[in-house]
C-alpha cells in the first residue's frame, strides 16, 4: 500500500502499466514530431521563408541533435532514464508552442536546435526505459512501441487536417496539442519503471570509442532508416502541394497514409521478425521502398505520391525496431550510439532534401531517400544478428 504513495519517481509501477508508460512517451514524440512537419507548408507561409529557408531550419534541428550526446549520456547518468523522460517530454510542448509563436526565422532557428537537443533526449531515455520493460517483462515490445510513435504522427497529421479545415492559426493549433503533450507526459512519467542501480546506466563514464565492422554497419543502418522517416515526415506534405498541386489540407494525407503504414506494420513487426528474420526484412522492405518510392516520382501525380509513402511506410518500419533490439544486447554505450544516431538522421535527412530541392525539385529531393533505403539494404547484408 505504501508503494502507491511513494515519491513518484522511485516508485515501480506494474508491468503492465509501465509498458503503457513506455508506450505513452513514444506516441507523445510521434505527436510532437508530427504536428510541426504536418504544417511545414504554413510555417514556410508564415514566416516568408523559401524551401532552402526550411533546409536550415530543419539542419538546426539537426545540430541540436549532433551536439546532445555529450549532454544526452551526462543527463543520463545524473538522472536516469526515468527523470530525463520527465524533463525531456516537459520541454518538448513548450518547444512547439515557441515554434507556433515565431515572430522571426531566427527565432525559429532557436528553437529547433533545441528541439533537436529534446528529441535527442527523450530518444534515449525512452529507449533505455524500453529495454529494462522488455527485460522485466520477458516479452519482446519495441516494434509495437515504435508503432506508437507512427501512430503518433499519425493523430497529429489527423488533428492538422482539423485545424487546417477549422483555423488557419499555427499557435492556436500548437497550443492545444502541447496540453495534451503535457497531460500525456504528466501520466507516463508517474507510471516509468525504477531506474536501474546508477553502474548499470553509467553511459558517461563509460569510453565511447567510433564504431568499426558490424557496429559501424549498425549505426549506418539506423542512420539510413531514420533519414528516411524524417524525410517522410518533413517533406511529404510540401511535396504533394508543390508537385501534384494539392491544396494545404489535402497535403496532409501523405503523412497520413505514410504513418498508418508505418503503425500497422510496425504493430506486427515482432511477428514478422520472428517469422522470417530482421535480415530479410530489411533486405526485402529496402526493394519495397525503394522501387515504390521511385516509380511514384516518375509517374507524377497525388494518387502515385500516396502509394509510394505507402510503399516507403511498409519497407522501413522494421529497421529502428530491429536495430535497437540489436544494439540493446551490446549493451548500454551501443543503444546509447544507435538512438542518438537515429536521432540525427531523423533530423538531418529533411535539410538535404531541401537543399537538393533548391536547386532542382522535390522529386529529385526525394530521390536521396532512395539512397538512403539502399544503404538499410547493404547494412543488413553485414551486422552481426
Known sequence: ML????????????????????????????????????????????????????????????????????????????????????????????????LGYSPSYGFALVVMVLEGLAVSCLNVAMNAQAVTVELQGGKAIMSRL?????????????????????????????????????????????????????????????PFSVPTGAALWLVLGVFGGTIVEGSMSDWTALYLKERTGASDAMATWGLGCFSVTMSLSRWFGDLARTRFGPRALLLYGGVIAGGGLGAAVLMGGFVPGLLGF?????????????????????????????????????????????????HSHLGWGLGFVAVSVALIAYAATRIDW
Not at 514556410?44 to 538546426?60: F, H, P, V, W
Not at 503518433?152 to 496539442?177: E, R
Not at 533490439?325 to 538535404?352: F, W
Request: aromatic share 8%; net charge positive.
Open 3 to 98: 508503494a502507491n504513495c511513494a515519491d513518484p519517481m522511485t516508485a515501480s509501477p506494474s508491468s503492465a502499466t509501465s509498458r503503457y508508460a513506455v508506450a505513452a512517451l513514444f506516441l507523445l514524440l510521434g505527436v510532437n514530431y508530427g504536428s510541426w512537419a504536418a504544417r511545414m507548408p504554413a510555417l514556410k507561409t508564415m514566416l516568408g521563408l523559401s524551401n532552402a529557408d526550411i533546409s536550415y531550419l530543419l539542419l538546426a534541428s539537426g545540430l541540436g541533435s549532433v551536439f546532445s550526446f555529450p549532454i544526452t549520456a551526462t543527463l543520463l547518468h545524473k538522472l536516469g532514464p526515468r527523470r530525463l523522460c520527465w524533463l525531456a517530454s516537459a520541454l518538448l510542448p513548450l518547444l512547439l508552442i515557441a
Open 146 to 206: 515504435h508503432a506508437t510513435f507512427s501512430l503518433g504522427t499519425l493523430a497529429a497529421a489527423g488533428i492538422a487536417y482539423g485545424f487546417t479545415n477549422f483555423t488557419a492559426s499555427v499557435p492556436l493549433h500548437f497550443c492545444a496539442v502541447a496540453l495534451l503533450m503535457w497531460l500525456a507526459a504528466g501520466w507516463a512519467g508517474r507510471h516509468l519503471v525504477a531506474d536501474p542501480p546508477r553502474n548499470e546506466v553509467d553511459v558517461a563514464r563509460q
Open 310 to 358: 505507402i510503399a516507403v511506410g511498409l519497407g522501413v518500419a522494421a529497421v529502428s525496431p530491429c536495430l535497437y533490439q540489436v544494439a540493446a544486447r551490446q549493451g548500454p554505450v551501443a543503444l546509447a550510439a544507435a538512438t542518438t544516431t537515429g536521432s540525427l538522421g531523423l533530423l538531418v535527412g529533411p535539410p538535404i532534401i531541401g537543399f537538393i530541392a533548391h
